[in-house]
């Protein structure tokens, strides 16, 4: 596995006080580094520019789901051969990106899940244990988090996990699409950092990602 077949693809949404620390980060284990800025008001984009990261912007705001999968497609068009996703909040430590790399050499898909700890908002911690709960019972898909967006994966499980959400369902469709295809997949504990301002999944997130799972799980074939 040569370093030029991993990208790394970070969503950002007004994350300007953020973004060229976790870039520069990056960069230190990964060399193409995609930024998709989803319509920030701030200057994420000129902040993402100024690392020398690939960066794409949507004019106007369409969810997470959206943004990670323009930065995905794009990855695969220029011949990303394995992918690492993660947020633009400082919330996920990029030293932990060997480690993802490093799993990719006999897996499909690399999950990660936080450690519980008291910084982690009760609702969140409820929601993941109920939302796992739910994608094992469906999918045989066993997760301790499904909601941690950062993932890895290569590009053919990319094209077969491709998901239509646009917003933070897309993590939930993304194990969905897995366990249909029958992907082989591992987990790995991160350090999760929990800032003052949080950024995630609500109660009527997880409420629609749970109906969500239901339907596809009826309804959609793939």
């Not at 993660?86 to 030293?95: K, T």
């Not at 519980?116 to 969140?124: C, D, E, H, R, Y």
């Not at 988090?145 to 939930?172: H, L, V």
């Amino acid at each position: 596995m040569e370093i030029s077949d991993i990208w790394a693809v970070i969503p950002a949404y007004n994350e300007e006080k953020n973004i060229a620390s976790i870039i520069k980060k990056t960069k230190a284990y990964i060399g193409n580094v995609i930024v998709v800025d989803d319509g920030s008001k701030d200057k994420t984009k000129e902040a993402a520019e100024k690392t020398g990261a690939i960066v794409l912007r949507h004019i106007v705001n369409l969810g997470k789901g959206s943004t990670l999968k323009t930065g995905c497609d794009f990855a695969a068009k220029k011949g990303a051969k394995f992918m690492v996703v993660l947020d633009a909040d400082a919330q996920h430590s990029p030293s932990d990106i060997p480690r993802f790399i490093e799993k990719l050499k006999k897996y499909d898909i690399v999950f990660s899940y936080r450690r519980i700890s008291a910084k982690m908002p009760m609702v969140l911690r409820f929601g993941n244990w109920f939302i796992s709960n739910v994608a094992g019972l469906l999918y045989g898909v066993r997760l301790s988090d499904t909601q941690c967006g950062y993932r890895a994966f290569s590009r053919e499980a990319y094209m077969k996990i491709r998901w239509n959400a646009t917003d933070y369902s897309m993590e939930s469709e993304m194990i969905s699409r897995a366990g249909k295809q029958k992907l082989k997949y591992v987990q790995i504990p991160i350090r999760t950092i929990y800032s003052d301002r949080y950024k995630g999944t609500t109660i009527i997130d997880g409420i629609k990602i749970v109906s969500n799972m239901v339907w596809w799980r009826l309804f959609n074939s793939r």
